[in-house]
């Protein structure tokens, strides 16, 4: 019988300055705060915070102190987040949750950047028509993959002995063409398979890839266009030599990162935000071959509240014993579906629960997050006889198109 393990997310603005926050967390009956150390660019809400009612978080930020022996040589430099009070605004608003008996889960944004993509735009992913992404950075380069493993170690360096007590990475992979931001306005002008093909990166590191698995690299980009223009999937050798060169730089970007993190925090568990789709790009890339058998647990998002969600668990848990359910709070997930929601994602194999966003819920909905934890946590055993990684029975542990619901910065890519 598998004791579940709930979460909830929050951004270190939503911890500082609020001495209502720890209450709030504790309200919900959650096991520990998923706290952001490193995030993209966002706009966000704080609608309980004694002192405003936004953040604009103008760019993507390590939330911890760039310190220069750790980046030096480098060009991907990441930069702080000077909207935030302090040196080190992140182990703050750690140990004021420590303090309170909230642990953390340090969430790590790894190669989501729109600064870094704008000012090295040959780290950048393009897709089949020359046009870059900047807020993508592309994993086939060594650099990009350098960058995000000193970013995941400096996002846990030195943080309090205990505090921490796992580590959720987001974008161990490659992003494609859909980001929801800045007015985003492209919903639904390309079918499934354009996006795939749009989501395909085409720089000189990945056509070095496809040359060495043996397909010329201009026949792979003639093959994508015609298929981002025509809905055809691309010739199933093309789809084969894509998918592995992808996979092949996902495979060393996630190494390295997990390599950095576990040398920073040896024994804490480790979450990866993946998608059982291999084609997926985003926050949540697709299970490589290897994937699943490196991380703790695997985080897979289920913000539709439809059997789809249940389905992608289902598709999960039989890769990896630990699966983590990523259900959102805001709307327009309509509350009233949330409560058999979980409990299908509970059926389905998931024996943890993540809930987004405890900082950007609104006061009306604020009761749904205990309500969904005892919900989940009431509906008996994992389906996939999964175990908590932290091994402690109270452990301190991107949507469909067609649904409508997305995450903030999320890609759909090719579901």
């Known amino acids: 019988m598998v004791n579940p393990h709930v979460s909830v997310h929050a951004y270190p603005w939503d911890v500082l300055g609020d001495p209502g926050f720890a209450g709030r967390a504790r309200a919900t009956g959650a096991d520990a705060v998923t706290l952001a150390l490193s995030y993209h660019s966002t706009r966000a809400a704080t609608p309980h915070h004694p002192q405003r009612r936004f953040v604009d978080a103008r760019h993507g930020a390590l939330h911890r102190p760039v310190r220069a022996p750790a980046w030096a040589g480098r060009r991907l430099v990441p930069r702080g987040a000077d909207w935030l009070p302090g040196e080190d605004p992140g182990r703050t608003a750690v140990t004021a949750l420590a303090e309170a008996g909230l642990p953390v889960t340090a969430w790590v944004v790894l190669a989501h950047n729109s600064r870094l993509g704008r000012l090295h735009p040959d780290l950048a992913v393009v897709n089949c028509f020359g046009e870059p992404y900047p807020y993508a950075l592309c994993p086939s380069r060594p650099e990009v993959r350098e960058h995000c493993a000193t970013l995941a170690a400096e996002a846990v360096h030195d943080l309090p002995a205990g505090a921490v007590r796992g580590v959720s990475l987001e974008s161990a992979g490659q992003l494609g063409a859909v980001h929801a931001g800045c007015h985003e306005k492209t919903d639904a002008a ?9 989501s395909v990166c085409c720089c000189g590191g990945c056509r070095e890839g496809w040359r060495a698995a043996g397909a010329g690299p201009d026949l792979v980009v003639e093959e994508l266009r015609r298929s981002a223009a025509t809905g055809a999937a691309p010739p199933a050798g093309i789809e084969e030599v894509v998918l592995s060169a992808r ?50 647990a695997v985080l897979v998002p289920c913000w539709p509240t439809g059997p789809e969600s249940a389905e992608l668990v289902r598709r999960t848990a039989l ?28 059926a389905a194999g998931a024996s943890r629960l993540s809930l987004y966003h405890l900082g950007l819920l609104p006061a009306d909905r604020l009761p749904l997050a205990a309500a969904l934890a005892a919900e989940f946590r009431a509906a008996g055993p994992t389906a996939a006889g999964g175990t908590d990684p932290s091994g402690s029975t109270n452990a301190a542990r991107a949507a469909h198109p067609s649904d409508g619901v997305r995450a903030p910065g999320a890609e759909i890519g090719a579901r």
């Not at 390309?190 to 749009?198: Q, W």
């Not at 996630?254 to 040896?266: E, I, M, T, Y």
């Open 319 to 346: 890769r990896h014993p630990v699966v983590d359910a990523y259900v959102t709070l805001l709307a327009p997930a309509d509350p009233a579906l949330l409560p058999g929601h979980v409990r299908r994602l509970r």
């Open 190 to 198: 390309y079918g499934p398979a354009a996006l795939r093909a749009l």
């Open 247 to 296: 996979h092949a730089a996902t495979d060393a970007l996630r190494g390295g990162a997990l390599a950095a993190v576990r040398a920073a925090l040896p024994g804490v568990p480790i979450t990866l935000h993946a998608h059982p789709d291999p084609w997926a790009t985003g926050p949540s890339p697709g299970l490589t071959a290897a994937a699943a058998g490196e991380a703790d």
